[in-house]
């Protein structure tokens, strides 16, 4: 079965501190795809960044940053230096197998407060 | 500009009426899927179509219905025997359904309310 969990429901912090959302997946395929959308207010999703099950390089991007470790099935996303428009809901997801459906976590709530 | 477009974005169903939501892409994509969204519960997937003509139950597909006659178009049907049918609901695309490494895009979203 594929799964996705993001442990942590909301997390609060203050402007320009760093703030890391974990993601944890479940897959027996060995050829996936993870994912981090960002969900502000308006509700459209937003994509961040996409990674391979073959490449565990980290990326950053910017302020962001993601760590993935295939070894503890984990996709981790950093926020160096949080702002304001930082706050929004931040999903992470899988995708494998040929019908491309997109198995999403529950979410987390990021709240950065000035 | 490309894109999906949904509407309505606000939509007041009295119980026991049957509502569609509507949501076209613009984008040429083969691949069309409907979520609904829940607080703490993530997105879960009611339908999706990898073509036209074709689309298949997902996890949550019970009092809802759809049908996908164009590329362009996936309404989904939001019938009386849908029990809670008050949320958030999320169209999206994607180029290819056996791409796995295209991202999905999304619309902006119809909020269901139940009154």
């Known amino acids: 079965a594929q799964k996705v969990t993001q442990a942590q429901t909301e997390i609060s912090v203050v402007e320009k501190e760093d703030v890391t959302l974990d993601c944890v997946y479940e897959t027996r395929d060995t050829t996936y795809y993870l994912f981090w959308y960002k969900q502000p207010p308006s509700g459209e999703l937003v994509f961040l960044i996409r990674?391979?099950?073959?490449?565990?390089q980290n990326e950053i991007s910017g302020r962001y940053s993601w760590n993935f470790q295939k070894s503890t099935s984990s996709f981790n996303f950093t926020i160096t230096a949080s702002q304001v428009v930082d706050s929004a809901v931040y999903f992470c997801a899988l995708r494998s197998g040929n019908t491309g459906k997109l198995i999403f976590g529950q979410g987390t709530t990021l709240q950065v407060k000035p | 500009d490309g894109g999906i477009t949904q509407s309505p974005k606000y939509l007041f169903r009295k119980e026991g009426q049957n509502v569609t939501l509507s949501c076209e892409q613009n984008?040429?994509?083969?691949?069309m899927y409907w979520y609904r969204q829940d607080p703490g519960q993530g997105l879960r997937l009611i339908y999706y179509?990898?073509?036209?003509?074709?689309?298949q139950k997902g996890d949550i597909a019970e009092g809802y219905s759809v049908s996908r006659e164009k590329k362009e178009s996936f309404p989904l049907t939001v019938t009386s025997a849908q029990k809670n049918p008050t949320a958030f609901y999320l169209c999206?695309?994607?180029?290819?359904?056996?791409?796995?490494?295209?991202?999905?895009?999304f619309g902006q979203g119809t909020r269901l309310t139940v009154v």
């Open positions: 999206a695309s994607s180029i290819d359904p056996g791409r796995l490494n295209t991202e999905a895009f």
């Open positions: 179509s990898q073509i036209v003509n074709d689309f």
């Open positions: 990674r391979n099950s073959f490449d565990e």
């Open positions: 984008l040429n994509h083969d691949a």
